[in-house]
Nanobody, 123 residues
Framework: QVQLVESGGGLVQPGGSLRLSCAAS????????IGWFRQAPGKERKGVSC????????YYADSVKGRFTISRDNAKNTVYLQMNSLKPEDTAVYYC????????????????WGQGTQVTVSS
């Protein structure tokens, strides 16, 4: 069974940092592109970042570029999202997702995704 489990969210003050983890089971995560998405209440889910398995390329939404860093630990079958200089606008439920097939970020879909982890940025 394919599973993705996000963790690491919480309440943080503006300017603070969090490190989110996405642990995969049922497949070897490093074979596929993995994306991070976020969704605020009443809004559609939006892509935040992605890491490709084809060449390791990374991609970021303009809103998080320079503040967030995506990485993977193949030995732990886990992808991370390091979030620095957090802003209230970053408040959302964060999800990791993959389709278990695509290796490139420009073609991966969110067929499989976890339950999400809440990130709240507030003073």
């Amino acid at each position: 069974q394919v599973q993705l489990v996000e963790s690491g969210g919480g309440l943080v003050q503006p300017g603070g940092s969090l490190r989110l983890s996405c642990a995969a089971s049922g497949f070897t995560l490093d074979y596929y592109a993995i994306g991070w998405f976020r969704q605020a209440p009443g809004k559609e889910r939006k892509g935040v970042s992605c890491i490709s398995s084809s060449d390791g390329s990374t991609y970021y939404a303009d809103s998080v570029k320079g503040r967030f860093t995506i990485s993977r630990d193949n030995a732990k079958n886990t992808v991370y999202l390091q979030m620095n200089s957090l802003k209230p606008e970053d408040t959302a439920v964060y999800y990791c997702a993959t389709d278990g097939f695509s290796r490139r970020c420009d073609e991966v879909t969110d067929r499989y995704w976890g339950q999400g982890t809440q990130v709240t940025v507030s003073s």
